[in-house]
């Protein structure tokens, strides 16, 4: 692919643009952690949801969805799609909890919520948990897209794409902190988006593609269409579709997934101005991430069908791959190797903004979590807020450098995808009722981790002998099994295990104050303390989130299913669910009175 100077100027511009914003926003973040890891919690809704769905504009996604495309078909991203249910459960339940707490990350939340030796342990140890071991992998996964992208678009070595692409990341996120890392996101999110659309365009305009009409009648492509898998491939409908709808959503933990909200996600709720930010900041991530970006990058992956129909095709057009990372992922960037001089330097400035976006967010957010919630905690309490934002920023190289080596062992974003999501199995449950059962307690927390650590890789290794060589009973039930066993660990774990001490559920129901029901025990204990709680002024109306984040799921898909059927030239069902979204915004206008909070 040869970049001409118009190319080289958007690049050159967009890298003089971002660094100018870093440095802009340095002298404010370097006054204190909350500054420097939160913006001093005053952010908008609009400019946090912007700011989450860009930092998922990753590199790797559109690597990611073209290898799901290109294997199992448009249905197969149900994999992916079904994390709608808990994301919108975090819109209309979990928001408002989580920016009450008011903590600083959402690991500072244990210390509120647990209590004791236990509680710190914990905070430490999922902070080297969380924020190194699976920031590190997610971060590689990035990495990896962009060593890819490297090789086929510019024949950079992978050392050479490491070192270009990290270096002006790792500089920015050190020096802007989190508000640098939110207003680039901004600007990030449009470049992306105008260099999806763009590589949408040329791929069905490449001459062996030729027109959206010739791609969707295509032999290559017709039996990947579906939106639905099919109902008669019974091993196709439990891995891609009734595993993630009955099982995956609730259970694993995944980053920007979080059941109940976590991570990134929960830094930018807690980051807004108030309750109701954090609602409409969540929101409009999940409109964004789920209904509006993922069909351009589908429609490259199945216009790659026709271009490059298999693995040998694309080493064929490419030779100087490594053998090590050829996979179907590598359809996407080698379909941008078409693209016109001009659209070649937005489009690969896009990648490069994807990619800046995820990894500073993911640098930003796993260094709070190492200074916050270990560093600070355990090995210099009194440390200076000037001593703490420089270890933040020594955190941030070093998670670069260890994100940078493991990418290097790679071979496709789908392989590490699967891995995280394994890993995670059957702790997602806890997330969801601890702020609704109190005894839940930190031990719940640290068995469940441990348990799915251990279950997975059980499972993962010993897969052959444990499910037989033709690997089918795997496919079906090695999650769902990890699930099971996890959770059967961490229910008796908890129910054997002393509850929490009085005090520190009292008080961490007075602040929050969520649903009394599963709390009645906790009330009691109050009133025979003494200690008065207003029981009737409750955080979140259960009945209303619930049924919000049922139709905020209903508004969602059908805007996702109605985008594709426009495309397929399916009219009828494409107006149909036109509709059905627009009722479902109607009836959501109506419940949104009731959820938002008011204040005085």
Not at 130 to 148: E, Q
Request: charged content about 15%.
């Amino acid at each position: 692919m040869n970049l001409t100077t118009i190319d080289y100027t958007f690049i050159f511009i967009f890298f003089s643009i971002t660094l100018g914003i870093g440095i802009w926003v340095s002298k404010k973040s370097k006054q204190s952690t909350s500054e420097y890891f939160l913006s001093g919690r005053n952010m908008p809704w609009w400019l946090l949801g912007v700011s989450m769905v860009a930092t998922t504009f990753s590199t790797d996604t559109p690597n990611l969805v073209t290898d799901i495309v290109r294997t199992n078909g448009v249905s197969g991203n149900w994999v992916w799609w079904a994390f709608l249910l808990t994301g919108m459960l975090t819109v209309f339940i979990y928001a408002k909890l989580w920016r009450k707490s008011q903590s600083t990350t959402d690991l500072e939340f244990y210390e509120l919520r647990y209590g004791g030796k236990p509680a710190k342990f914990l905070r430490g140890f999922r902070a080297l948990y969380l924020g190194i071991f699976f920031n590190v992998l997610a971060m590689a996964g990035v990495t990896l897209a962009a060593i890819k992208i490297g090789e086929v678009m510019l024949g950079l070595t992978p050392i050479q794409t490491i070192g270009i692409a990290s270096v002006v990341t790792v500089i920015f996120s050190a020096i802007g902190g989190f508000k640098g890392v939110v207003y680039t996101d901004f600007l990030l999110f449009f470049v992306a988006m105008i260099g999806a659309i763009g590589a949408a365009f040329v791929a069905v305009n490449h001459p062996e593609v030729d027109g959206l009409e010739n791609l969707l009648t295509h032999p290559n492509v017709v039996d990947k269409l579906s939106i639905l898998p099919d109902f008669n491939n019974k091993e196709l409908l439990i891995s891609i579709f009734i595993i993630p709808l009955a099982v995956q959503w609730w259970s694993a933990w995944y980053p920007g997934a979080e059941p109940g909200g976590g991570g990134y996600i929960a830094q930018r709720m807690l980051a807004s101005k108030d309750e109701n930010h954090a609602i409409g900041a969540t929101f409009f991530f999940n409109i964004l991430h789920y209904a509006l970006r993922p069909w351009p990058w589908i429609i490259v992956a199945l216009a790659s069908l026709v271009v490059f129909p298999d693995l040998a095709s694309i080493k064929e057009a490419f030779p100087n791959v490594s053998d090590d990372k050829l996979g179907h992922d590598l359809a996407y960037p080698a379909m941008l190797t078409f693209l016109p001089s001009g659209l070649a330097g937005v489009v690969l400035t896009s990648l490069v903004a994807a990619y800046m976006s995820t990894i500073s967010t993911h640098l930003n957010w796993g260094a709070s979590y190492i200074v916050n919630d270990f560093y600070k905690q355990n090995v210099n309490p009194d440390a200076s807020e000037k001593s703490l934002v420089n270890v933040g920023k020594i955190a941030t190289v070093v998670l670069m450098v260890f994100s940078a080596v493991l990418a290097l062992s790679f071979t496709n974003a789908l392989e590490i995808f699967k891995f995280i999501l394994m890993f995670g199995a059957g702790t997602g449950l806890i997330f969801l009722l601890r702020w609704f059962w109190w005894r839940i307690n930190a031990w719940s927390e640290i068995s469940a981790m441990v348990a799915s650590g251990i279950f997975s890789l059980i499972f993962y290794f010993n897969s052959e002998y444990l499910f037989g060589k033709d690997g089918v009973f795997e496919s079906y039930w090695q999650f769902p099994l990890v699930v099971f066993c996890t959770t059967i660990v961490w229910v008796l774990v908890t129910m054997l295990t002393k509850p929490e001490d009085d005090e520190v559920l009292i008080n961490f129901y007075k602040r929050i104050q969520p649903k009394k029901a599963g709390w009645l025990y906790v009330l009691d204990k109050a009133k025979e303390k003494n200690i008065v709680i207003d029981e009737q002024k409750e955080t979140v109306n259960l009945g209303n989130g619930l049924l919000a984040a049922f139709i905020g799921c209903i508004l969602v898909f059908s805007c996702l299913f109605a985008t594709g059927n426009w495309i397929y030239g399916n009219y009828t069902i494409a107006t149909v669910l036109t509709i059905i979204s627009l009722i479902s915004v109607y009836i959501l206008l109506g419940l949104w009175k009731k959820i938002k909070v008011h204040f005085l």
